[in-house]
Nanobody, 119 residues
Framework: QVQLVESGGGLVQAGGSLRLSCAASGSTFNIRFIGWYRQAPGKQRELVAT???????NYVDSVKGRFTISRDNAKNTMYLQMNSLEPEDTAVYYC?????????????WGQGTPVTVSS
């Protein structure tokens, strides 16, 4: 099994910054980080940013230029640097990873870390 633990969330004023971390532990062999999602109150979970095997990154339009996704394979950790935060960024942020166990694709989620941006 793999456990994903997010950290780094909190309360910040608009214009501020936070850095989220997602640490994988357990049977992390062949683990692949997919990206970060967020879910605001009363809304569906949305994809925020992804990182490919070769390091290619993609972002939802609303965070382009403000958020940066990265990973440290040696530490089995993925990050989301969030700058110029806006009240609309308020949500619980989740990280997502997957791996193949034999021929079975297993998907993992963290427990979420809340981010609140005050105006």
């Amino acid at each position: 099994q793999v456990q994903l633990v997010e950290s780094g969330g909190g309360l910040v004023q608009a214009g501020g910054s936070l850095r989220l971390s997602c640490a994988a532990s357990g049977s992390t062999f062949n683990i692949r980080f997919i990206g970060w999602y967020r879910q605001a109150p009363g809304k569906q979970r949305e994809l925020v940013a992804t990182i490919g095997s070769a390091g290619t990154t993609n972002y939802v339009d609303s965070v382009k230029g403000r958020f940066t996704i990265s990973r440290d394979n040696a530490k089995n950790t993925m990050y989301l640097q969030m700058n110029s935060l806006e009240p609309e960024d308020t949500a619980v942020y989740y990280c997502n990873a997957e791996r193949y166990y034999g021929t079975t694709l297993q998907t993992y989620w963290g427990q979420g870390t809340p981010v609140t941006v005050s105006s």
